[in-house]
């Protein structure tokens, strides 16, 4: 903790834990830029497998978790772990231009590439250890794929963000790193290469799914469907659920305008020319979590039954605007105000969305904690949401707001700006340097979800890594040299 004065003003710091308030003050420029290089020197030499993450760690680095347990030779891909930190390295070196980061950015990127799957994208995790890694078809230990597990997987933006930061890498370094560049080209190949003819992608790709031709297909309703769950596969299914087909759209649009190439443009417009398709007729048009070849919203886990979404559906709005800006076709406007009407009449008492809307009927669907489809919502599993926070008002805004725009105006990217000081940053950054360690570790009170048997209160958190990584390098690039 830095110390302006005597005893009695230190103390008075120690209390309050925000500098801020007590001085008014902010802190110096230099000690954010100690601050900075002290965390990264920890999360790299300490948290780190071979430039590899994962969510979570015990405070004294010996439990380590992603979605399930790993350990000490394992990294995990789904954000806040291995790319989401790249992402904020490489983040944090164009706003600061300090080479440490940079360099943690190459580092993180090298154990992406030894995670790469034969089949061009990544699995949930990476494995270091020799005896683990030979159960998996990694690129760079060998093209045969034999019995090794080759699975590519969309799900919870991993293959994607995996792709966005090493292509926003790629761009930095001029495309002057060969294996980098290389890796990256691969793996937007796979992308292409598993989007299936009506424009949509399956959960999981492994290079043997069956292309299926449903191009005239619309979105529509069953005539009955199971009430119970029937232990389906989904993974081939056409997939919304967390924001699956939206992240691979929003990476392919990213792609076209790093690499000028105009085959991830037309990818992109095949998505979404799918999310119209996969608009559902009155009296819902929203969109489902997933839906089978017929095209008719599916099951996929035991909780998520066929349904109208009203969490999905909205990051289908938000990407259709996004289409539509890139390409000026009203049909994207169209389906938009059409969803919109509905949903904003779907909305709880509360103001919230339901996440499961019964099909034709509207009526919200909950599960109880055995999984059986109800009306009442006073029996619900912990582990899953039910409602979702309604982004209606700001959808409907950016519709607005784009419905005055000249058609066919041209779409241009919009050029980050610089950081600005403020108050608010000063604090923030304040905050961050005050609750580092000695060590140079983040320490903060919370559990370990994958390790309930053993009395942990105090971890280490990649996401909160990478929130006062930020804020660190924001308050150095709002600073003058």
Known sequence: MRCYSGSFVCLAMIATGNILQVFGAEPTRAEAVDALHRAVHFFRSSASIEGGYVFRWSSDLQLREGETRVGESTAWIEPPATPAVGQAYLDSYVLTQDELLLDAAEETAKALLRGQMVSGGWTEQIEFADVERKKYAYRVDSAEIGKRKNVTTFDDDKTQS?????????????????????????????????????????????????????????????????RVFPSVSYSEFYTLNDSTLIDLIQTLLEAADIYRDQRYLDAAKRGGEFLLRAQMPQPQPGWAQQYDSQMHPAWARKFEPPAISGGESQGVMRMLLQLYQRTGDDRYLQSVRTALAYYQRSRLPNGRLARFYELQTNRPLYLTKTYQLTYEDNDLPTHYAFTVSSSLGAIEKELQKLEQLAPGKPWVPKTPQPPKSSPELAQAAAKAIDDLDARGAWVESGKLKAHPDVAVDQIIASATFIKNLRTLSAFIASMPQ
């Open 162 to 226: 995996c792709i966005r930061f090493l292509m926003k890498l790629d761009l930095q370094l001029s495309q002057k790193d060969q294996p980098l560049h290389e890796a990256t080209i691969y793996a937007l190949a796979a992308v292409l290469d598993s989007q299936y003819a009506n424009g949509a992608w399956p959960q999981k790709y492994d290079q043997r799914q069956q292309v299926v031709n449903t191009l005239e297909l619309q979105a529509s309703y069953p005539k009955v469907w199971a």
